[in-house]
C-alpha cells in the first residue's frame, strides 16, 4: 500500500503539473516554454497515467482479496474499465510516436531546451531544502540518461524504444513535482517518497523492519497513527 500511495503522490503531482501548462497557455501573459512543454507533456501525461492506472488497480484489487476481485467491491468494475484509457484517443505507441514527432519537429530544438530549463529550475528548488540531500542531483542524472538516449542514439533505436522514453519521461517529470512539492515545506513524509520513486524494488534493505514499517504507515495513513485505529483513515 506504501507503494501505490507514492505512484499516487507522482500521477497526481504530474496530472496537476500539465494541468497548470494548459492554464498558463489559456493566459494571455503565456510563456512560450509553457505552450511548448504542453504541446510535449500532453501524450506523455496521457501515457503514464494510462499504463500506471492498470498496475495500480490490479494492486489496489490483490490489496482486498476475494472482495477486490467481486464486482460488488468496485475495485474489478474500475479495473475493466481503466483498460481501455491505454487505447482510445491514442495507445501509447502512438503516444510515444507523438513525443518523438514534437521533439523531431520544426520546433524540437526549443521544446528540448524548455523542458532543460523546467528540470534545472526543479533542481534548483530541491536542492534548497536539505532534508532532500543528494536526491536533486539524482534525478537530475537520471534526466540526463534519458536525454542522451534520446539525442544521441542512433534514431531506428530510438524509435523501436519510443515507448519505454515516453514513460521515462513521465515518471521523471513526476519525481520532479514531487521533489519541489516537498522542498516547498520540508515534509518528511513527501521526502522518503521522493527516495522511493526510483528505488521502489530496494527501499527497506537498508533499514530494519521496524523503521520502513513505521514509514510505510505514515505514508498511506498520515501522521495520524499517534491516535487511536479507529481515527486512522487511508489515503488511499
Known amino acids: ?11 497526481t503531482h504530474l ?3 500539465v494541468i497548470d501548462l494548459l ?18 507533456m500532453t501524450p506523455i501525461l496521457k501515457a503514464t497515467v494510462s499504463k500506471t492506472a492498470v498496475a495500480f488497480l490490479s494492486e489496489c484489487m490483490e490489496c482486498l482479496g476475494g472482495q477486490g476481485y467481486v464486482e460488488e467491491g468496485g475495485i ?15 495507445t501509447t505507441n502512438v503516444l510515444a510516436h507523438d513525443m518523438l ?10 521544446v528540448l531546451a524548455a ?16 532534508g532532500l540531500r543528494d536526491i536533486p542531483r539524482r534525478y537530475e542524472d537520471i534526466y540526463k540518461k534519458w536525454r542522451v538516449r534520446m539525442t544521441e542514439t542512433e534514431e531506428g533505436v ?45 527501499q527497506g534493505w537498508d533499514r530494519d523492519a521496524k523503521t520502513t514499517a513505521q514509514w510505510d504507515r505514515r505514508i498511506v495513513y498520515g501522521d495520524e497513527t499517534s491516535g487511536s485505529a479507529a481515527n486512522v483513515r487511508a489515503r488511499l
Not at 510563456?31 to 504542453?38: F, I, K, V
Open 115 to 130: 523542458l532543460d530549463g523546467y528540470i534545472t529550475s526543479a533542481v534548483a528548488q530541491g536542492a534548497k531544502c536539505p
Open 1 to 11: 500500500m506504501a507503494n501505490l500511495a507514492v505512484q499516487l503522490r507522482c500521477m
Open 23 to 40: 492554464g498558463q497557455t489559456e493566459s494571455t501573459n503565456t510563456s512560450s516554454n509553457a505552450r511548448l512543454l504542453l504541446r510535449l
Open 158 to 202: 530510438v524509435v523501436a524504444h519510443a515507448r519505454e522514453l515516453a514513460l521515462w519521461l513521465g515518471r521523471i517529470i513526476a519525481a520532479m513535482e514531487l521533489m519541489v512539492d516537498a522542498a516547498s515545506d520540508g515534509d518528511q513524509v513527501e521526502i522518503e517518497c521522493c527516495w522511493r520513486v526510483f528505488d521502489v524494488k530496494n
Open 15 to 17: 496530472s496537476f503539473f
Open 76 to 90: 474489478a468494475v474500475l479495473y475493466r474499465d481503466t483498460q481501455v484509457n491505454a487505447i482510445w484517443e491514442g
Open 101 to 110: 514527432r514534437v521533439l523531431r519537429g520544426k520546433e524540437g530544438g526549443a
